[in-house]
């Protein structure tokens, strides 16, 4: 199978969670492509903006109507990305049908992706935030 990234935007640092979602999300959709599609080419496009975008799309044997809606019976793998995404307050959506491939988009909010830039820390700051009470804080 081909495969072929693209990435469009400023890359981004990720909340720790998102991250781990997105990251199973997208090893769960690339793993079914991988297994069950027949597809000659994968594709994988990763877009920064307004929000964060993970599209991965296939153009393998696709999936009835019916998979998609509900997945297939004993497997929780279409079930479980939409937990996640629901988790991350993501949207979710697959298209497919037989013999056109599949495509799973999830779309994550920015200011859910990506936490703010914190303040820079200076040693002053450094120094207090390790004293509560004029006592060492070891946390």
Known sequence: MK???????????????????VYRIGCEAMRNASLHSEANQLSVAIAYGKEFSLQIRDDGKGMSPDVVDHGR????????????????????????????GTEVVLSVPAEIAF??????????LRLLKGWTNGKANPN
């Open 115 to 124: 936490p703010p830039d914190p303040a820079p820390e200076t040693p002053r």
């Open 3 to 21: 495969f072929v990234l693209s990435v469009a935007g400023a890359v981004r640092q990720f909340h720790p969670i998102v991250r781990d979602e």
């Open 73 to 100: 019976e004993g497997h929780y793998g279409l079930r479980g990305m939409r937990e996640r995404a629901s988790r991350i307050h993501g949207t979710l959506r697959f298209q497919s049908r037989p013999g056109a």
